[in-house]
């Protein structure tokens, strides 16, 4: 699986981008359908952090709490792809975003990022204050 994302850019606090992450999958390998897809992001000097998941099954949604309210993801199983609305952007949103693209993950376990398989390049997002 090979997952590239996009759609980051400049936006000024306030503002809205959504990013998308297309997947590649090669071989006989399980379907996109069947992954559990994430989006993670690494501010300035901090580490990778847990921002939003999708179940394969059902699509239920876990969202952190930094982002609630202002983030939604979703997923187009035909397209093989994944996104993520942002809105109400803040400064501190600012950071180099990653889709990831898991199997088997359990509840308990989708904010981890060891979970995850699979990893785009990722995408900068930099909201101005």
């Known amino acids: 699986v090979q997952l590239q994302a996009f759609g980051g850019g400049l936006v000024q606090a306030g503002g809205s981008l959504r990013l998308s992450c297309a997947a590649a999958?090669?071989?006989?390998?399980?379907?996109?359908?069947?992954?559990?897809l994430g989006w993670f992001r690494q501010g300035p000097g901090k580490e990778r952090e847990f921002v939003v998941a999708?179940?394969?099954?059902?699509?239920?949604?876990y969202y952190a709490d930094s982002v609630k309210g202002r983030f939604t993801i979703s997923r187009d199983n035909a397209k093989n792809s994944v996104y993520l609305q942002m809105t109400s952007l803040k400064p501190e949103d600012t950071g180099v975003y990653y889709c990831?693209?898991?199997?088997?993950?359990?509840?308990?376990?989708?904010?981890?990022?060891?979970?995850?398989?699979?990893w785009g390049q990722g995408t900068q997002v930099t909201v101005s204050s």
């Open positions: 999958i090669s071989g006989s390998g399980r379907a996109f359908s069947s992954y559990t």
């Open positions: 990831a693209a898991g199997g088997g993950i359990i509840l308990s376990s989708l904010r981890s990022a060891g979970q995850y398989n699979y």
């Open positions: 999708i179940r394969a099954s059902g699509g239920a949604t």
